[in-house]
């Protein structure tokens, strides 16, 4: 089983950064895809970003390429999303999830995904 727990949202001004970190205290022994979304209240959930197990290949989506960093600590069974020059449209709830394919394209493309952590932007 997956059983992820994010953390490190709050509220930030836009230009600044946040780091997000989720830790999965599930089976560890499966060399799972873990990625991060974002749902803002009233939308669809959006991908943010991928990394596999590794950690050698990444993906992004278009609106965050260049500002927000996936990366992964498997010693710490943890993933990490880096978030600098945050803009407004940034905010929502941040989850992660796994998933057993790769490459990963969509929400949908991964398992459940947790409750997530607040990121809000504004001044």
């Known amino acids: 089983q997956v059983q992820l727990v994010e953390s490190g949202g709050g509220l930030v001004q836009p230009g600044g950064s946040l780091r997000l970190s989720c830790v999965d205290s599930?089976?560890?022994?499966?060399?799972?895809?873990k990625g991060w979304s974002r749902q803002a209240p009233g939308k669809e959930r959006e991908f943010v970003a991928a990394?596999?197990?590794?950690?050698?290949?990444?993906l992004y989506a278009d609106a965050v390429k260049g500002r927000f960093t996936i990366s992964r600590d498997n010693d710490k069974n943890t993933v990490y999303l880096q978030m600098n020059n945050l803009k407004p449209d940034d905010t929502g709830i941040y989850s992660c999830?796994?998933?057993?394919?790769?490459?990963?394209?969509?929400?949908?493309?991964?398992?459940?995904w947790g409750q997530g952590t607040q990121v809000t932007v504004s001044s």
């Open positions: 999830a796994a998933s057993s394919q790769w490459p990963v394209r969509r929400p949908a493309d991964f398992g459940s």
């Open positions: 990394i596999s197990w590794g950690g050698v290949s990444t």
């Open positions: 599930g089976d560890s022994s499966m060399h799972y895809v």
